[in-house]
């Protein structure tokens, strides 16, 4: 379908991006939109990552026959909100004239197909930037999975002397690259993505006594043949000095310090070079205390049985992101998964897709699968939106001080609802 765009500069209107989103391809895309009984979800065991134990490595399970669904293996709607939000940013930053999407754990490679497929639509809004996609995975299954539905398996392994280990062309034409850590991906304009990717992270547990705080650590059971337990330290450890804060009020945290690494490092890619990081995940504000569980065949699984073989996940402190980011980069958010696509046009969307699509049963699909991912009960309240933006982006110009400006900065999209002008 062909796009008319009523243009202003440097701001995606909200009546644009009302056109945007109801003139998306009008129906449910092949193959999409499925959805299981049970969201479940990600893998903070310490081998997870591993090349030759770790769960994603070996098992890897994302989709309906794996271990746990995320959004956009329910709904292709997820996707493409997410792919405007992206051209939104663009846009509000000044159109430059090269931009890298990179996704930190693509999972099956739905959401990257689901983005790319928003800007092949939207190709003449994008016609003068040359786009570039940069996959940072650990798991050889799931990049071969994520090949094959992003190139048509058209992929090639790159020379020892590049930092990307494969390569390919999108469907749509456009250049991919594979990673196995984000210090790997060249440095330049970039948009980041890690939906459902820091919960799969590794995780430190301590639990406050009488004594001070104590890590909650792993050993085997003396009394149970090949039975795992959790015990506490018997004394402070490195991580107990490291990796509390100060302030810390709970009695009981979690932290991801491979999380605030890596945000560290994309706020500094983001400082240095501009572009901007969505982060979607499982999540708290620093406030929720044991949250690590074990998911299998979307069903509850106890963490200490039959290590690597389990997704195991804990909730994302988006508080801890915020305090790495602090200095490099504003942040916005965390806001709940209903309200972003809410303010992203996800009702309207919605109406399109139902009024183009002529059977019931793809119409029950849709209203199915817009349920999962706005029900507050569902996923709608507990997945949340982050963002990390330059400075200059969120700063609004003093009018007192600059009497020229001429107009206010345009809001961000998904965090604020956009006006109708
Ligand atoms: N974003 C996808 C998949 C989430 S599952 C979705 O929402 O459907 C987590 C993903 O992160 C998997 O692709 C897993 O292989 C990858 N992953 C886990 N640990 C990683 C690490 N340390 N570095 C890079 N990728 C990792």
Redesign the pocket.
Known sequence: MKFKIFFQPFFLCGRLLALITASLCGGAGPGRGGCASSPAH??PGPC??SPSQ?Y??RR?G?GESGD?I????ISQVFGELIGIWYISEWMAMGKPSTFQLV??????G??TEDILRVFQQLASVLSKCDVSVHL????PK?SEIQAVMLTGGKVQPSPEDESAYMKGISKTGIPIFWY??IQDVPPGYSFYL????FD??PIHKFQRTEKGWREVLVDIDPEVPDQLRFVLSPSRTPATQNFIQPEETRDHVEVCP?AGVIVQRLASRIEKDGGAALVADYGHDGTKTDTFRGFRNHKLHDVLSAPGTADLTADVDFSYLRKMARGKTATLGPIKQREFLKNMGIDLRLQVLLQNSGDTATREQLLHSYDMLMNPEKMGDCFNFFALLPHQRLAHPDKKDKPESKSPLPPVAGFNELLLK
């Open positions: 990600r893998d997870a990552a770790g994603y490595t890897g994302v746990f995320t959004s956009p293996e996704e930190l754990g693509p999972g099956r739905t959401l940072v995975e650990v798991s799931l196995r850590d890690a939906h459902e990717f799969a992270l491979e």
